[in-house]
């Protein structure tokens, strides 16, 4: 196994006191028995969930309807941005029987809709594309009807990892940009704002009839200008479904909470990125990438389906 160290880049960097949350972020702690089974099966399976690594607040609600987000790859990934919870260090082995135990959770979870994500691992000469791959196969060989959404590294000077993620064909290819551009070599040093906006682009080069997806974190310093500049960006890469939530620090060593961003102002920023085009927006100060990810998907096939209906024959 790797070495697991959380944030030793940040030792060295003074505590950030972690700001009181308003009362419209606060959830209740997780309490139902389907929340604790789905826990169990996710042990017992030994697969790693960004719900947990992640320290999403939206653990409880979609524990407790069965939707876990998988994290494949490994638990320990190799960047260190400062806004993730996720361990950094010497990332582990792969191992080459996780896609059928994420296919088999996936079976026993019944789920119509799963998400799979994963740490980033620029160890690997395709940088996990592979692994994506197996995953894809092994959900499709065990739950045909399952649609499913990847949630992407960057896959940064990783030839053809991006074609080969494409080609596996899965539902919705959601790549995060997490942040402003001029927020990255702060934020998410290890990655390039305009190469994840050029891997969208290149998703739907590839096959346009594939649904993208991105999302942004607010309240790490932007300016409203700057959210609206990346609504264009992306729109100019034709990205379909864009999710806006509230950045929340996990720790003292993480980046700083620069202030939390009102449900009116989130409301907002939903109804400018209708207006420039988007099929579905999800704004809300608890909105995360995978959250009601399977109804998400239901709406966005239909807010195609409406729109091509709209366009003259």
């Not at 069965?66 to 638990?75: D, E, P, Q, R």
């Not at 400018?272 to 399977?294: C, E, I, N, Q, W």
């Not at 239909?302 to 091509?308: F, G, P, S, T, V």
């Amino acid at each position: 196994m790797g070495t697991t160290v959380r944030h030793p880049e940040k030792a060295h960097r003074p505590d950030n006191p972690v700001a009181r949350k308003p009362d419209w972020i606060r959830v209740k702690a997780p309490t139902s028995p389907t929340y604790h089974e789905t826990r169990r099966l996710m042990r017992e399976l030994k697969l790693n969930t960004v719900c947990e690594e992640a320290a999403c607040p939206n653990i409880g609600e979609c524990w407790s309807r069965k939707h876990a987000t998988v994290m494949i790859l490994g638990s320990v990934c190799t960047r260190a941005c400062t806004f993730c919870n996720v361990a950094t260090g010497r990332p582990d082995l792969l191992d080459p029987h996780e896609p059928e135990r994420v296919a088999e959770s996936v079976a026993a979870l019944g789920l119509a809709h799963v998400v799979v994500t994963s740490v980033d691992r620029d160890d690997l000469e395709d940088g996990g594309a592979g692994h994506f791959v197996r995953t894809i196969e092994a959900i499709r060989k065990r739950s045909p009807a399952t649609t499913i959404e990847v949630l992407t590294p960057d896959f940064l000077k990783k030839d053809g990892a991006i074609d080969a993620v494409v080609a596996a064909k899965p539902d919705v290819y959601n790549h995060n940009l997490e942040t402003v551009p001029r927020l990255y070599p702060e934020v998410r040093p290890g990655a390039r704002y305009f190469h994840s906006l050029r891997l969208l682009d290149r998703v739907k080069q590839l096959d346009p009839t594939m649904f993208t997806k991105s999302g942004i974190m607010v309240g790490l310093g932007e300016s409203r200008a700057e959210v609206l500049q990346v609504m264009d960006d992306l729109r100019a890469a034709d990205v379909d479904f864009l999710t806006i939530g509230q950045y929340l620090q996990p720790t003292p060593k993480h980046h700083a909470v620069d202030r939390f961003v009102s449900p009116d102002e989130f409301r907002d920023y939903e109804r400018m990125a209708y207006g420039k085009g988007f099929l579905m927006v999800s704004a809300s100060p608890l909105t995360r990438s995978s959250h009601h990810a399977g109804e998400d998907f239901r709406r966005l096939q239909a807010a195609r389906a409406a729109k091509l209906a709209a366009v003259p024959a």
